[in-house]
């Protein structure tokens, strides 16, 4: 992506972006003509309601290493895994099979042995990506140091062995970080302080004990002596979103938005009580309520142990809390296998 500092949108009435810095891992730019609840409702749905892809469900064949298998399993998880057109996946709650299939998920499987007398990494090049799979790319372990090793697994003694099987799902970050498609979202709204929202606390000099961010080029700075405008509201948000190298950070933004879209028409279902509303139930929306991969009612035989569960099974598909469901679907700890 190669942007200069461009208005997105020549008009002077509704949303105005200007991207400011674009790379292969973030973007910054500001965000005009629209609310302060608009701003911060994108803010929040990039944050934790785009769907990525991450291993969430570990079983584990081998362990000789000094880590545990849920220590392993945690590591695993927050390995970002390339989502590119996640669309593709179905999550598990919609898909017809028991557990897991090539529909709603992709399987990744690491086996490392150490036969040497030096210690040997395990990286996340190791794993290797299964096939039959939604498309090409869902599922690729994402590596981008320059030597093209990844994150670094665990380590290995002589005569140690790892050999796994992870089933990487769809899910979003509301439910487990894990799913997390940025690192950081900055938000900036009126650097000049000039609508007197924050209430800065100073020894001597506030102008000096608190230097003004990069964002404040981009207004005129108060008058000396300049009456306050109690009418006033914010009306440019400056964004900087870093991406995690699951997504781009354009593929982010756009995803936030269509997020956005789909629950203010879940909204707008509710309340006309059109069920048949074409976008919401209609083509192209089906599941348009994002939620975590495992919300499925009640036990049944998906909480059959197949040789390891976790700690918290309390019966199959209930938590250790009481009851299996959260409010973006059920709990992970009712499942076969370490919940990564």
Not at 87 to 115: F, G, I, K, M, P
């Amino acid at each position: 992506m190669n942007y200069d500092a461009m208005a997105i949108d020549t008009e002077d009435v509704g949303p105005r972006v200007t991207v400011r810095e674009a790379a292969t891992d973030h973007v910054d730019f500001t965000l005009a003509n629209v609310d302060l609840a608009f701003a911060n409702s994108l803010r929040r749905t990039v944050l934790a309601e785009v769907p990525t892809m991450a291993i969430d469900l570990v079983e584990v064949e081998a362990n000789t290493s000094v880590l545990a298998d849920e220590f392993i399993a945690h590591r695993l998880g927050l390995i970002p895994l390339n989502s590119k057109q996640v669309d593709d996946v179905l999550y598990t709650r919609d898909c017809d099979c028991e557990q897991y299939c090539e529909n709603c998920s992709v399987t990744l499987t690491l086996h490392a042995r150490c036969t040497g007398d030096e210690v040997m990494k395990v990286y996340a090049r190791d794993l290797v990506v299964g096939e039959p799979r939604p498309n090409e790319w869902v599922g690729n372990p994402v590596i981008t140091d320059p030597e093209g090793l990844g994150s670094v697994i665990c380590k290995l003694r002589k005569g140690q062995e790892l050999r796994m099987k992870c089933i990487a799902k769809k899910g979003i970050a509301k439910e487990h970080a894990k799913w997390a498609p940025t690192s950081a979202v900055g938000f900036e709204y009126d650097p000049h302080n000039k609508l007197r929202h924050l209430d800065y606390w100073y020894e001597e000099d506030p102008v000096r004990e608190w230097p003004k961010s990069k964002n404040s080029t981009w207004e005129e700075p108060p008058q000396e002596g300049e009456p306050f405008d109690y009418e006033a509201v914010p009306s440019s948000f400056y964004f900087e979103v870093e991406s995690v190298g699951n997504l781009e950070p354009d593929a982010i933004i756009q995803q936030g938005i269509k997020v956005m879209q789909q629950k203010l028409a879940a909204v707008i279902q509710e309340l006309t009580g059109d069920e048949g509303r074409n976008g919401v139930n209609g083509d192209g929306m089906d599941g348009y309520v994002p939620r975590s991969p495992d919300g499925v009612n009640g036990a049944g035989d998906y909480a059959i142990d197949q040789g390891y569960t976790t700690p918290y099974v309390n019966g199959g598909g209930a938590s250790a809390w009481g009851g299996g469901a959260t409010p973006y679907g059920a709990t992970p700890y009712g499942q076969n296998g370490w919940a990564a």
